[in-house]
């Protein structure tokens, strides 16, 4: 995927509507939408699906940071959400990247919507 706007808004609020009314607004003049670890705690998934309808890719802020076979079982869940991107910390060790990129050979290494 390549992004013609690189304007990325973050929408930093817990609640679904006011999420979602606040992209439908800023829609026209954006490359995509940020959605953080308390909007994805507060709504799930689901509320990530329901995000994803509105069609522009979305960055998923969820600071993935935790034993290797951990991460790896969360990625396996984000590549099930309509997500371009999301945050795999580096500090969790090459054992944790390794690990996460081994047991996801299908996983695209680009941005995917």
Do not use: Q, W
């Not at 390549?2 to 999420?19: I, K, T, W």
């Not at 800023?26 to 509320?47: N, Q, R, Y």
């Not at 991460?71 to 959400?81: C, I, N, T």
Request: one cysteine or more.
């Amino acid at each position: 995927m390549s992004f013609h706007n690189p304007v990325f808004v973050a929408v930093d609020r817990p609640d679904l509507e006011g999420a979602g009314a606040l992209v439908r607004s800023l829609a026209p003049h954006l490359g995509g939408i940020k959605l953080g670890l308390e909007f994805f705690m507060s709504v799930g998934p689901d509320g990530i699906r329901r995000m994803g309808a509105l069609g522009l890719p979305i960055f998923l802020d969820a600071k993935l940071h935790d034993i290797p076979n951990t991460v790896a079982g969360a990625m396996r869940g984000v590549v099930e959400l309509p997500v371009a991107m999301v945050t795999l910390h580096a500090t969790g060790g090459l054992e944790t990247v390794s690990y996460t990129h081994l047991t996801l050979p299908t996983m695209s290494t680009t941005c995917r919507s």
